[in-house]
């Protein structure tokens, strides 16, 4: 009886052990405790941009709660009537040239940052954390007094000057630790060959910053085309103003063209969309490369 026991012990000990398998927490739940809440919050998402998505394509008078038949009326009116024309183009102008001046000031400063050491670095790398906190509506005064002595009032250079300064502390940031997860091996490998550190920036480092640039200047290019207060502060002439200043002279104190405003607000948003969906890819990457020190 022992000597038939045994083998089937041997057997049973010889046999692959299967791994334990371990219930996470959320194994346990329901799927509909998941897919409820997460379905409310879509809706509560949604319906507001469906509601602009009525105004803006629904007849003047029209009650339906279905954009139809469908109109460019308002679309219409906000370009031709409203000088939203005037208004995109200019906001272009401003979003761009910002965007320009952020990424160059931004790529340099984030250089010196990475690679340099010096006395008050730290130092300045608090001021310019502390410097987010700081609202702009704050500084409003002061720089209008300095755009008043530089002849820049009612330019669209105050602005894009003003916008740029205000995005300088975070863009530099994000581009500095951006460059640390860059090898400086790399760039002294291009010292050896013959280059200077200049030519080496160019050749080498560069290529690699392709996200955390895209990162900063599409992030430098919304606040700039969504920012209000510079615009509508800055700017007197009607011909110079930006789209958020365009959409606030649709509504009045007396009544407000929902059609009209819905349809401008649609129109504010497509560049915005649009630049996301191009370069999600690698806003993602640059800001999570961007936040973390190699």
Excluded at 198 to 226: C, K, M, T
Aim: proline share 6%; with cysteine.
């Amino acid at each position: 009886m022992i000597t038939e026991i045994a083998p089937a012990r041997e057997r049973e000990s010889a046999a692959p052990q299967q791994p334990r398998k371990f219930r996470r927490a959320w194994d346990e739940v329901p799927r509909w405790q998941i897919y409820l809440p997460l379905g409310i919050y879509l809706v509560f998402t949604l319906i507001p941009f469906y509601w602009i998505l009525l105004f803006a394509f629904r007849p003047a008078g029209s009650t339906s709660l279905l954009p139809w038949p469908m109109t460019l009326d308002h679309f219409q009116k906000v370009w031709t009537e409203r000088s939203f024309g005037v208004y995109f183009q200019n906001s272009v102008y401003v979003g761009v040239a910002t965007l320009i001046l952020t990424t160059v000031v931004a790529l340099a400063g984030g250089y010196a940052l990475a690679r340099f050491e010096f006395k008050v670095k730290r130092a300045f790398m608090l001021a310019l954390l502390c410097s987010q906190f700081v609202p702009g509506a704050l500084l409003l005064v002061p720089l209008f007094q300095i755009f008043a002595k530089l002849q820049m009032i009612n330019s669209l250079g105050s602005v894009i000057l003003a916008e740029t300064v205000f995005q300088l502390p975070l863009s530099m940031i994000l581009i500095s630790g951006f460059i640390r997860n860059v090898p400086q091996s790399l760039e002294e490998a291009a010292w050896v060959d013959g280059c200077n550190r200049f030519a080496a920036f160019r050749i080498v480092v560069l290529p690699l910053l392709r996200p955390g640039l895209i990162a900063v200047g599409s992030f430098a290019f919304v606040h700039a085309w969504n920012h209000f207060l510079f615009a509508l502060m800055f700017l007197s002439d009607q011909s110079k103003q930006t789209i958020p200043v365009g959409l606030n002279t649709l509504m009045s104190a007396d009544s407000v063209d929902l059609g009209a405003l819905a349809a401008g607000g649609i129109v504010a948003a497509i560049p915005v969309v649009i630049v996301f969906a191009f370069i999600q890819k690698w806003l993602i990457t640059g800001f999570s490369a961007g936040a973390v020190k190699g």
